[in-house]
Each structure stands twice: as C-alpha cells, then as structure tokens.
C-alpha cells in the first residue's frame, strides 16, 4: 500500500492514477484546502478504482497519528505532495507557509519512524537552485537562496529528510519538478487554480477560452532569445510517471538511508513566447496577450540536466510541449463544458 498526502491534488492525482494503472493500492490523504473532493470520481472513472480516501491535515500530528494507526504496518512507502504552493503567497504569509509545508513534513516523518516505513518519495522543486548562474542544472549545482518563503520550504524539507535517512531506517527520493503543466488524456483530471491564475499555462488556457480578455506576458527585456523568461515544461503525466520510478529505485537495490534527488524536467528550455506560439500552433487558439512590467521574484532562466534522472531512474520525458498544451486545452474545454 503506498499512502500519498495531497492526492487529490493536480500532480497528486495524475501520479495516483499512474500507481493504480500499475497495480499499486493506494491511500489518499488530503485536507481538500486545494483540491475537491470530485476527483476521486474522475481517478475511479480512469482507472476503475476509487482509491481509500481521509479527509486529514497532515500538519496535524493527532490526526496523523489515528490515521497510520488504523492503516498499520501495510503501507509500504508515502509519497508527500501535500503542501501549499502558490510562491505570492508565501512572501506575503511565510508563516504558514512553514507551518504547513515544514510542519506537514516532520509529521509524516515522524510515523515513518514511528511505523518502520522505510521508502519516502518528496515533492521538491527547481526553485532550490534559485537563480542559476549556468543552465543547464544538474543535481550537484548549488543551491542557492530561494526566492520565496516557499521555495525556502523546499530546501529545508529536502535537508530534514537528508538528516533523517542518516539515523532512520529511511531510504528516500526528493524529486526536484521543474515546471509542471498539461492534463490527463482523458481530460478528467488537471490543474484547477482557485481564483485567476498566476501560472502561465492556466491564464493562456483561460484566456483561450475567453475567461480573461488578454495575457500579460511579465517583461519582454530579459537577456534570453527574446527577452522573455525561460523555463522548462514538463508534462504531469510525465511527471507523474517519475514517481513511479522513484518508488522502483526504492523497492530496488539501493542501500538502506540512502537519499537520493533528481531533476525532473525535458531538459529543454522554452520561453513565454515560444509557450504561447506553441498554444496556438498546437489549438488554433488565438490568444490576445500584451507586454507587462517584470513579476517581482522571477529568475531568468532555467532548465534541467536530467541525465541523472534518465539514467538511475530509467526516466525519461516523453510527452511534447505541444501534447501538453493540447491536453491543457482539452482539459480547459471539458471542466468549463461540465460547469455549464
Ligand atoms: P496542489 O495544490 O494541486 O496539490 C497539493 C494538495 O495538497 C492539495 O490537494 C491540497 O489540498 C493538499 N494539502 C495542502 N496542505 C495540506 C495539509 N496540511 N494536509 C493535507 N493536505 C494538504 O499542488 P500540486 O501542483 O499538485 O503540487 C504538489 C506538490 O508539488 C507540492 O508539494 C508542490 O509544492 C510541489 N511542486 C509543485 C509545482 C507546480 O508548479 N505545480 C512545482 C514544483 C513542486
Ligand atoms: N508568466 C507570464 N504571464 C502570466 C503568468 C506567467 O508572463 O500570466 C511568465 C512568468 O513571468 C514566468 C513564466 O511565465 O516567466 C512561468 O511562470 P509560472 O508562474 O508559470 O511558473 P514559475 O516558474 O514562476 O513557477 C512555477 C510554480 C512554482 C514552482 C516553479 C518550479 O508556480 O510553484 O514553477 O517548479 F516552484
């Protein structure tokens, strides 16, 4: 049985679907602060099962403990997506941003420790590398300040579980996503933000659909092709298909404490212009956009080296930009024809 906190979340789901696709049981814990509870019936319509479900904040400890006391000793591993992730925010609430998204983790450590649970998968995130001074990133590129009180968390979180693998019985994986985007091929599950998006991808596809009347694109003035920022997308299903691997790696031969990160990216740099040229290649969508001011907090640029992640995890991104962004619009069209 694999336990994955925030599974009801947009990585969280498409990796739940993924696991159940490949034979895995899995428990769902989630609070539902940012995702519905609906998505457990779109998993069951994918996959044809409804994974187990509690409704439990994983900052709190008491909660945790009823819940891996009635699971016992059959969870194999935990997969830990439940955090709070919008960057904004967190400068403007680093508090919570620690409570939740540190004090999540130490919590669900702690049974690890306390249920002899020995693989942990975590959500890490390119934003520990701050701003690179070379592209592409490897794993052994420094990390930097992070920008934000959430990319903060980021590193932290990476270093407690490092610390944890030395005197636990811990083997485990932080995989660092670089900028995930798309849906699943069924249009069923995707990425809904709460209010407007600040994701580029959501506000093309909402601006595609007619929902926001044009795109700010935030500085045209960077030094890179064409003085927009770059990034590197990757596919969720992609994505998703990572942790599966990662869970492989560690059912697998690697030594006990071991802990272990990867990149998880295309390797591949694109810039805002190009996304959106390729939207509208990919849908035949005009999308109105103008030229903003700068976004306080943004890097240049940055991608990945994902040779580690092909090689140790047998991993690899297989999904274009342009299935990303069709399957964006897809999911876009149907959530906006279900809702009337
Ligand atoms: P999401 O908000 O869609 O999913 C997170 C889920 O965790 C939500 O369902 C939310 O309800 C739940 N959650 C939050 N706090 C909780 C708590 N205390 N107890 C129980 N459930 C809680 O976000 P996502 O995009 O799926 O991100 C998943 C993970 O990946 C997060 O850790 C995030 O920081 C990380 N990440 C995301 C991105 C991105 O761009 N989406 C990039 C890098 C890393
Ligand atoms: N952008 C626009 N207009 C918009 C939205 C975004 O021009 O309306 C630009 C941004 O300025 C940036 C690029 O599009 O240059 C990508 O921005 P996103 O907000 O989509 O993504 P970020 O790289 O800023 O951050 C995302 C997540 C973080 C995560 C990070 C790395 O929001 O939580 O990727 O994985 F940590």
């Not at 709070?84 to 508090?95: C, D, H, I, W, Y």
């Not at 690179?132 to 009180?149: G, H």
């Not at 590197?232 to 071991?258: F, W």
């Amino acid at each position: 049985m694999v336990v994955v906190t925030g599974g009801t979340g947009y990585i969280g789901s498409h990796t739940v679907v993924e696991l159940i696709n490949n034979g895995y049981e899995v428990v769902i814990l989630d609070n539902l602060s940012n995702s519905h509870l609906d998505v457990l019936d779109s998993i069951e319509e994918i996959t044809s099962k409804r994974p187990t479900f509690f409704q439990v904040d994983v900052d709190d400890r008491n909660q945790l403990n009823t819940v891996f006391a009635e699971l016992g000793t059959s969870v194999e591993a935990i997969i830990h997506f439940a955090a709070k992730k919008a960057v904004g925010e967190s400068v403007q609430e680093p508090l919570m941003y620690y409570r939740n998204n540190v004090g999540s983790l130490v919590n669900i450590l702690e049974q690890t420790q306390k249920h002899g649970i020995s693989k942990f998968v975590f959500s890490s995130s390119c934003t520990v590398y701050g701003q690179p001074d070379v592209c592409p990133v490897t794993e052994s590129t420094q990390r930097k300040e992070a920008e934000s009180p959430y990319g903060n968390t980021k590193t932290i979180c990476e270093d407690i579980i490092r610390d944890c693998c030395k005197v636990q019985e811990l083997t485990a994986i932080s995989l660092r996503y670089f900028n995930p985007i798309g849906a699943h091929s069924s249009g069923k599950i995707g990425e809904l933000p709460v209010g407007t998006p600040n994701n580029l991808v959501p506000y093309v596809t909402q601006t595609a659909a007619g929902i926001r009347e044009s795109l700010t694109i935030h500085g045209n003035d960077y030094p890179t092709l064409d003085g927009t920022c770059v990034r590197d997308y990757i596919h969720v299903v992609d994505l998703a298909k990572a942790h599966l691997q990662a869970l492989k790696r560690l059912e697998g031969s690697l030594p006990k404490s071991k802990y272990e990160v990867y990149n998880i990216g295309t390797g591949d740099g694109k810039s805002v212009l190009q996304v959106v040229d390729a939207f509208i290649a990919a849908t035949g969508i005009n999308v109105p956009y103008k030229i903003g001011q700068r976004r306080g907090g943004d890097i240049t640029e940055i991608f990945a080296d994902t040779t580690l992640a092909n090689q140790a995890l047998n991993w690899k991104a297989e999904l274009s930009l342009e299935d990303a962004l069709s399957s964006s619009w897809n999911w876009e069209k149907n959530y906006r024809s279900r809702k009337g």
